[in-house]
């Protein structure tokens, strides 16, 4: 079992930066593939960047490719999205999750391959 709890979101104006933290409990930290998604209102969840295990391959959602940064400290147990260049669609619920069975290249931006999930930190991008 892994809790996982984001933080960092808030409001930021167009053009700025945010990191988001997702702090892990539980089972070992550096046994899972971590991944971002996010949802805004009336869409479906989106896949945003995914980092494996060892921190050694990092994934990203074209949309965000050049502008956000995924990282992990397994010492911390804690992932990290820095986002830079914020645009207004970026606007979402932000979500941190866990995969314990390593999966593909394509299979890790799925939602479903993801067995624990944090509660989401709102994102808002203003103009």
């Known amino acids: 079992q892994v809790q996982l709890v984001e933080s960092g979101g808030g409001l930021v104006q167009a053009g700025g930066s945010l990191r988001l933290s997702c702090a892990a409990s539980?089972?070992?930290?550096?046994?899972?593939?971590m991944g971002w998604f996010r949802q805004a209102p009336g869409k479906e969840r989106e896949f945003v960047a995914a980092?494996?295990?060892?921190?050694?391959?990092?994934y990203y959602a074209d949309s965000v490719k050049g502008r956000f940064t995924i990282s992990r400290d397994n010492a911390k147990n804690t992932v990290y999205l820095q986002m830079n260049s914020l645009k207004l669609e970026d606007t979402a619920v932000y979500y941190c999750?866990?995969?314990?069975?390593?999966?593909?290249?394509?299979?890790?931006?799925?939602?479903?391959?993801?067995?624990?999930w944090g509660q989401g930190t709102q994102v808002t991008v203003s103009s």
């Open positions: 999750a866990a995969s314990l069975t390593l999966f593909g290249a394509s299979d890790i931006r799925q939602a479903s391959i993801y067995n624990y």
């Open positions: 539980g089972r070992a930290f550096g046994s899972y593939d």
């Open positions: 980092i494996r295990r060892s921190g050694g391959m990092t």
